[in-house]
């Protein structure tokens, strides 16, 4: 039989060949080319990105350095600041100023155009760091060191201010190790200066350093003995739990010497070895840094001040000891404080998203028998001793590199807050039937059927709630937690347990008193209904978490944010797509999937967008922004403030505002009294309003606090407010 091919000939299919080859060799090359152009357009797009951040970074084994400014565009002869950041491997340190008994200060050698000018470091209070039998004085963990730069009058817009620094510094372990980098920036210059991504980082910075003292200091020389006193007017010096000096002066006190602190009503005494420069001298001014760390109800403030002690005649009045204030409470009624605080916690606002949570998984063990719920009760509770502990570990290595943190500090994390959400959305795709997990690998929150899963379900429930839980404190809770994040490590994690007891305590009593467990409905089908429906408040903890990461980060991060919870979602419907059948790619494409949607929660950064003057502008009583100068402003108008300070993942505060704050009675109050609202956000870490809440001994939010019109003490409310506790505050300053 004759083919089509029969009546080519072979010239022709020559041809026919050399046309096929030529189609696909162009093919190919225009494939080639496409991808080229991608991957310069990337590339560019990197290196695009990258400049438009302003920060110039450089790394080496121990420490990782960047450079930024507060400006993208620096206006003709403007003062501005640069930061040097150092990020530090954990285990190791840098050097302050006067490093201490060794050890070098981090130098900066600027390299700029002529007529510039460049101040010296401005240094963080520092930390104590013992090595042996000797002290050093320096970082861990994070430090930002602040310049400010004077821009040229010679420049015009247009220009660029090219500015260049070679920073050298020693960090130090068991074995020190010099380092060195170079670092660039080019910043346009314009008419007028124009704020960066990094100026609101740069000012929390500035407003952490040493404050000038307002108190007088004088000092006494003894031999070898220098006795300090700062009359300390206005100071409770009663809750001071520690007080040193750093001296700037390398020699002038010996570092490795205890320090020993006294007090009276209104001042503080300090006994300080003379160190080898100043043992000849008669008493010369000292200068350094006066470090205060107060006990409070909520936990620990730490404040730092600049001072100078000159020579002078020293009060002979008696002082007490200073003493760890936590001793003035015994343990036992600490540890009963944490059990009824977590008790309380159940029934705070701030726990409602998990609620469902929990009421399922009660109503599950209604139909199981005494010791299948008793086990699942124990899981539970296990859950939530774990994760008390886990953030008791987490708060005793932040304070042992330095950082000071509140509860709820977590939720100040972008990164955090956006991977809290991906759980939440993958809970809930899973209560919806989207996928189902099996038993061996994580159970399906106390929803499973099969003992074994059940407990593993409790236990996860357990760990889930505190999770979510941590926003906000109860009452009794402030005192604990004011004893815990200061507290020697044992204490801490005994009190956090004992938290952590009276969270979990109505789960367990349900599981263990069986007259409760008999009043609750009997599972039946109706269950799966159920279940699906309490998805929903999963979604809306999703969405409420993604509200709160659209607040901390910028329209880059939330977008980053947004294609996350594609992918989370994309990976469940994948997952239960091919659940029935399996398959090794299943695991593949569904890993990949997840992973990518970490990297981009990892990758989310902090916006310093100000976005707290629009918000307070629209609430119903017309806020302001909080800042100490503006509070201290309208003090001196003689006008009533009310003072909220809040954050967005606080769900308690969120709670006040729609309800006490908004009410229309309130509303009417504060504009028949003139009072004035300033409201602090807390969302992301702010000094001043860390400042603001030490002041007053608290660690975390909500805190609402009126100001008398006549220049009375303030007056804190309660923390779930009521319209009356409101009113009467105000109309208290009368």
């Given at each position: 039989?004759?083919?089509?091919?029969?009546?080519?000939?072979?010239?022709?299919?020559?041809?026919?060949?050399?046309?096929?080859?030529?189609?696909?060799?162009?093919?190919?090359?225009?494939?080639?080319?496409?991808?080229?152009?991608?991957?310069?357009?990337?590339?560019?797009?990197?290196?695009?990105?990258?400049?438009?951040?302003?920060?110039?970074?450089?790394?080496?084994?121990?420490?990782?350095?960047?450079?930024?400014?507060?400006?993208?565009?620096?206006?003709?002869?403007?003062?501005?600041?640069?930061?040097?950041?150092?990020?530090?491997?954990?285990?190791?340190?840098?050097?302050?100023?006067?490093?201490?008994?060794?050890?070098?200060?981090?130098?900066?050698?600027?390299?700029?155009?002529?007529?510039?000018?460049?101040?010296?470091?401005?240094?963080?209070?520092?930390?104590?760091?013992?090595?042996?039998?000797?002290?050093?004085?320096?970082?861990?963990?994070?430090?930002?060191?602040?310049?400010?730069?004077?821009?040229?009058?010679?420049?015009?817009?247009?220009?660029?201010?090219?500015?260049?620094?070679?920073?050298?510094?020693?960090?130090?372990?068991?074995?020190?190790?010099?380092?060195?980098?170079?670092?660039?920036?080019?910043?346009?210059?314009?008419?007028?200066?124009?704020?960066?991504?990094?100026?609101?980082?740069?000012?929390?910075?500035?407003?952490?350093?040493?404050?000038?003292?307002?108190?007088?200091?004088?000092?006494?020389?003894?031999?070898?003995?220098?006795?300090?006193?700062?009359?300390?007017?206005?100071?409770?010096?009663?809750?001071?739990?520690?007080?040193?000096?750093?001296?700037?002066?390398p020699g002038a006190v010996e570092h490795a010497a205890p320090q020993r602190a006294s007090i009276t009503a209104d001042s503080i005494i300090l006994d300080i070895k003379r160190g080898d420069a100043t043992r000849a001298q008669a008493a010369v001014p000292l200068a350094g840094i006066l470090s205060l760390r107060q006990k409070t109800d909520a936990g620990e403030m730490s404040r730092s001040y600049a001072l100078t002690a000159m020579p002078g005649p020293i009060d002979q009045r008696a002082a007490s000891p200073l003493h760890d204030a936590a001793e003035s409470l015994p343990i036992w009624h600490v540890l009963v404080f944490a059990l009824l605080g977590g008790l309380i916690l159940n029934f705070m606002p701030c726990v409602f998203p998990v609620l469902s949570?929990?009421?399922?998984?009660?109503?599950?063990?209604?139909?199981?028998?005494?010791?299948?719920?008793?086990?699942?009760?124990?899981?539970?509770?296990?859950?939530?001793?774990v994760c008390f502990g886990a953030i008791a570990a987490t708060l005793l290595g932040l304070r042992a590199s330095g950082a000071e943190l509140g509860w709820g500090f977590q939720f100040q994390s972008p990164i955090f807050v956006t991977l809290l959400a991906f759980v939440m959305l993958a809970v809930g795709l899973n209560l919806s039937g989207v996928f189902a997990v099996e038993a061996h690998a994580i159970a399906n929150l106390?929803?499973?059927?099969?003992?074994?899963?059940?407990?593993?379900?409790?236990?996860?429930?357990?760990?889930?709630?505190?999770?979510?839980?941590?926003?906000?404190?109860?009452?009794?809770?402030?005192?604990?937690?004011?004893?815990?994040?200061?507290?020697?490590?044992?204490?801490?994690?005994?009190?956090?347990?004992?938290?952590?007891?009276?969270?979990?305590?109505?789960?367990?009593?349900?599981?263990?008193?069986?007259?409760?467990?008999?009043?609750?409905?009997?599972?039946?089908?109706?269950?799966?209904?159920?279940?699906?429906?309490?998805?929903?408040?999963?979604?809306?903890?999703?969405?409420?978490?993604?509200?709160?990461?659209?607040?901390?980060?910028?329209?880059?991060?939330?977008?980053?944010?947004?294609?996350?919870?594609?992918?989370?979602?994309?990976?469940?419907?994948?997952?239960?797509?091919?659940?029935?059948?399996?398959?090794?790619?299943?695991?593949?494409?569904?890993?990949?999937?997840?992973?990518?949607?970490?990297?981009?929660?990892?990758?989310?950064?902090?916006?310093?967008?100000?976005?707290?003057?629009?918000?307070?502008?629209?609430?119903?009583?017309?806020?302001?922004?909080?800042?100490?100068?503006?509070?201290?402003?309208?003090?001196?108008?003689?006008?009533?403030?009310?003072?909220?300070?809040?954050?967005?993942?606080?769900?308690?505060?969120?709670?006040?505002?729609?309800?006490?704050?908004?009410?229309?009675?309130?509303?009417?109050?504060?504009?028949?009294?003139?009072?004035?609202?300033?409201?602090?956000?807390?969302?992301?870490?702010?000094?001043?309003?860390?400042?603001?809440?030490?002041?007053?001994?608290?660690?975390?939010?909500?805190?609402?606090?009126?100001?008398?019109?006549?220049?009375?003490?303030?007056?804190?409310?309660?923390?779930?407010?009521?319209?009356?506790?409101?009113?009467?505050?105000?109309?208290?300053?009368?």
């Amino acid at each position: 039989m004759a083919t089509a091919h029969d009546d080519l000939s072979p010239r022709v299919l020559r041809r026919t060949r050399r046309a096929r080859r030529r189609r696909g060799f162009l093919t190919a090359l225009a494939v080639i080319l496409v991808l080229v152009a991608a991957l310069v357009a990337s590339v560019g797009l990197a290196f695009a990105q990258a400049s438009a951040t302003g920060t110039s970074t450089a790394a080496t084994d121990q420490v990782r350095v960047e450079l930024f400014a507060d400006r993208k565009i620096v206006g003709v002869g403007e003062r501005f600041n640069i930061a040097l950041r150092q990020t530090i491997r954990p285990g190791w340190h840098t050097y302050w100023q006067n490093p201490g008994d060794s050890g070098l200060p981090t130098q900066l050698n600027w390299v700029a155009p002529a007529g510039i000018s460049a101040s010296g470091i401005q240094w963080p209070p520092p930390s104590r760091f013992m090595v042996g039998p000797l002290v050093n004085y320096g970082y861990a963990g994070e430090v930002v060191l602040l310049v400010t730069i004077e821009a040229p009058a010679s420049l015009r817009p247009g220009d660029a201010l090219d500015l260049a620094v070679d920073a050298n510094w020693l960090v130090c372990a068991e074995i020190c190790i010099p380092e060195e980098a170079r670092l660039t920036l080019s910043i346009p210059v314009g008419a007028t200066g124009v704020a960066s991504d990094n100026a609101r980082l740069i000012e929390r910075s500035r407003q952490a350093l040493p404050q000038p003292s307002p108190w007088r200091a004088q000092l006494a020389v003894d031999r070898d003995l220098m006795t300090m006193q700062i009359d300390a007017i206005g100071l409770d010096t009663s809750s001071l739990r520690d007080a040193y000096f750093f001296a700037i002066d390398p020699g002038a006190v010996e570092h490795a010497a205890p320090q020993r602190a006294s007090i009276t009503a209104d001042s503080i005494i300090l006994d300080i070895k003379r160190g080898d420069a100043t043992r000849a001298q008669a008493a010369v001014p000292l200068a350094g840094i006066l470090s205060l760390r107060q006990k409070t109800d909520a936990g620990e403030m730490s404040r730092s001040y600049a001072l100078t002690a000159m020579p002078g005649p020293i009060d002979q009045r008696a002082a007490s000891p200073l003493h760890d204030a936590a001793e003035s409470l015994p343990i036992w009624h600490v540890l009963v404080f944490a059990l009824l605080g977590g008790l309380i916690l159940n029934f705070m606002p701030c726990v409602f998203p998990v609620l469902s949570m929990k009421a399922f998984a009660l109503i599950a063990q209604s139909g199981s028998d005494r010791r299948a719920r008793r086990a699942e009760g124990i899981a539970y509770l296990s859950g939530v001793l774990v994760c008390f502990g886990a953030i008791a570990a987490t708060l005793l290595g932040l304070r042992a590199s330095g950082a000071e943190l509140g509860w709820g500090f977590q939720f100040q994390s972008p990164i955090f807050v956006t991977l809290l959400a991906f759980v939440m959305l993958a809970v809930g795709l899973n209560l919806s039937g989207v996928f189902a997990v099996e038993a061996h690998a994580i159970a399906n929150l106390g929803l499973a059927r099969s003992r074994n899963s059940g407990m593993l379900g409790a236990f996860m429930t357990g760990l889930l709630a505190v999770i979510v839980a941590t926003p906000c404190t109860a009452p009794f809770m402030g005192a604990a937690l004011g004893v815990a994040l200061s507290a020697a490590p044992s204490t801490m994690v005994a009190i956090l347990f004992a938290l952590g007891a009276g969270f979990a305590l109505p789960f367990v009593a349900v599981t263990f008193i069986p007259g409760i467990a008999r009043a609750l409905p009997r599972p039946g089908a109706w269950m799966e209904r159920l279940k699906q429906f309490l998805a929903f408040p999963m979604y809306a903890t999703a969405a409420w978490l993604v509200w709160v990461a659209s607040q901390q980060t910028s329209a880059e991060g939330f977008a980053l944010v947004l294609g996350g919870l594609i992918l989370v979602a994309f990976a469940g419907w994948l997952y239960g797509l091919t659940q029935p059948t399996g398959g090794s790619w299943r695991g593949v494409v569904t890993g990949l999937s997840l992973a990518l949607a970490i990297g981009m929660a990892i990758g989310i950064t902090e916006s310093s967008s100000q976005r707290v003057d629009a918000a307070a502008a629209k609430h119903p009583l017309g806020a302001e922004a909080y800042s100490a100068e503006r509070l201290a402003a309208l003090r001196g108008e003689g006008r009533i403030v009310f003072v909220n300070m809040t954050a967005a993942w606080c769900i308690t505060c969120l709670f006040n505002e729609r309800s006490t704050l908004a009410a229309e009675t309130v509303r009417t109050a504060f504009a028949a009294r003139h009072v004035a609202y300033l409201k602090g956000d807390w969302t992301q870490r702010d000094a001043a309003i860390t400042n603001f809440l030490r002041s007053f001994q608290r660690s975390g939010v909500p805190l609402y606090v009126a100001y008398p019109g006549d220049g009375g003490p303030p007056i804190v409310l309660p923390q779930i407010l009521t319209e009356a506790a409101v009113l009467t505050a105000i109309g208290a300053t009368h």
